[in-house]
């Protein structure tokens, strides 16, 4: 008989407590990802329910809540993988002083509360940037408004430098036995954060840039050869866009001297008794043939759009609402191209009255052999348009802002069928999509700019 000896080898202190750490990561893992698909469902079937609502004012107070929940969540989760890596970067160990014998235990120096007490104010700033499209949506700016859509901003922007030096770490651990100190890492993300966030804010001080493009048009009438079409976008007056920045945008519009003027969409981000004032310039914007407005998904969300419609109209703004314009008004048909504008896709979704992306009626009365012209604000919208049976030659569009700063271009890009600029579709049709004369909320752009673009329709040979 072969008697074989077994030992029992207990795992050490330190093994035990990465084990611990270990699971309590799985259970940190689990927990989320269990709460946010339950938040998921449950704000689907929430969704449904007011989407069925007729009561427009109820629908709008309930998707404003809906949408600070949402956002609210997703930056509770960066705020706390922010708060994690960067609020004890300053902390120190000392001896405790009712238990010298028991070793070291955590204990924050005045500097380290310091640095958390700045952490935690700017968190605050970020939570609270939604409140001022609530109190404060007026003519002009405030102060709080913009500091604190900012502080919004710099919060992605931290995040995304604990992200970038996490993978430069991981790189520098695949040629080396050694990874960047936890405190060096961190200052490395704060000096991006700072650096990139001072950047964005700057490049939206600046005028918008006016972009020069030329289309080709197939059968386009010789009186229209050379057509200058000036193409606005996501102006988004509200909390941190005012009468200041309209004025300048009118200003530039007007010595641009164009024959025609397009606002597709995204004009505004509130109530026209507080923006009237802020909205105002508008009426000064001179053009051969007027200026005509197409709503965006953000009018919808104001839930005031007739209100709007009847303002625009006021002051001289031709509104196409799923309807058309035919170009010059007076000449015969032969020499006109037919201007169509649809309601944006958000009005279908949020079912809002009589709204909704209906082409087949936007394009009623447009003569057959005509140049089409459609103004839509979402360049799915486009998408659609080009699978329809209408012929559509060119589409001038919006609402990506081009993702307006880093890492959001990148899920832009991907969630748009056309992100930035001018794109062929098959043979004889074209579409333009607009960075915004703007920008939303954040007052930051990075890799992207302000525009305005300077369209201009030739004929194609």
Not at 92 to 109: A, M, V
Not at 375 to 388: C, I, N, V, W
Not at 447 to 453: L, Q
Request: aromatic share 12%.
């Amino acid at each position: 008989m072969i008697n074989i000896g077994c030992s029992i080898v207990t795992p050490s202190k330190e093994v035990k407590a990465k084990d611990k750490k270990m699971t309590q990561f799985v259970r940190y893992i689990w927990a989320g990802s269990l709460g946010l698909t339950s938040v998921g469902i449950a704000m689907y079937f929430f969704n449904k329910w007011v989407v069925s609502l007729n009561d427009n004012n109820l629908k709008g107070r309930l998707f404003r809540a809906e949408f600070i929940v949402f956002i609210q969540g997703v930056l509770g989760c960066v705020s706390y993988f922010v708060w994690r890596n960067v609020a004890n970067i300053f902390s120190i160990k000392k001896p405790s002083h009712r238990n010298p014998e028991s070793g070291c235990r955590f204990r924050s120096d005045t500097g380290a509360r310091i640095w958390k007490l700045v952490i935690a104010a700017y968190f605050c700033l970020a939570h609270g940037c939604y409140l001022c499209n609530v109190f404060l949506v007026q003519t002009h700016p405030h102060m709080y408004s913009i500091v604190s859509y900012f502080m919004l901003g710099f919060h992605v922007q931290m995040a995304t430098g604990l992200v970038l030096v996490t993978i430069l770490n991981f790189f520098i651990k695949l040629v080396s036995d050694q990874t960047l100190r936890h405190r060096a890492a961190v200052m490395m993300a704060v000096f991006y954060a700072v650096t990139i966030s001072m950047y964005g804010f700057y490049n939206t001080r600046k005028l918008p840039t006016v972009n020069n493009v030329k289309i080709p048009v197939k059968d386009l009438p010789q009186n229209l050869e050379g057509l200058t079409i000036t193409h606005l976008s996501d102006i988004h007056l509200g909390p941190v866009n005012g009468r200041r920045e309209m004025v300048q945008i009118v200003k530039m519009v007007n010595d641009i001297q164009s024959d025609v003027v397009v606002i597709v969409g995204d004009l505004i981000d509130g109530g026209l008794n507080e923006l009237r004032k802020a909205a105002s310039p508008i009426k000064k914007i001179k053009s051969k043939y007027g200026t005509f407005f197409v709503t965006g998904n953000h009018e919808y969300y104001a839930l005031e759009v007739d209100e709007w419609f009847s303002y625009l109209k006021s002051v001289g703004v031709t509104v196409l609402h799923n309807s058309n314009f035919h170009l010059p008004k007076n000449a015969p048909s032969s020499q006109q191209i037919c201007v169509v504008g649809t309601d944006d896709l958000e009005a279908s979704r949020i079912h809002y009255k009589d709204h909704g992306f209906h082409l087949d009626k936007a394009m009623e009365g447009c003569r057959e052999g005509q140049p089409v012209l459609l103004l839509s604000h979402q360049p799915k919208a486009a998408q659609m348009a080009f699978t329809s049976e209408h012929r559509i030659d060119v589409v001038l569009s919006g609402h990506t802002h081009g993702g307006q700063m880093f890492p959001l271009v990148i899920g832009a890009y991907l969630a748009n069928p056309y992100y930035v600029g001018l794109y062929p579709h098959g043979p004889n049709s074209h579409v333009y999509v607009s960075q915004g004369t703007n920008f939303w909320g954040i007052p930051m752009r990075t890799f992207t700019s302000r525009e305005i673009a300077v369209i201009t329709l030739t004929k194609k040979v």
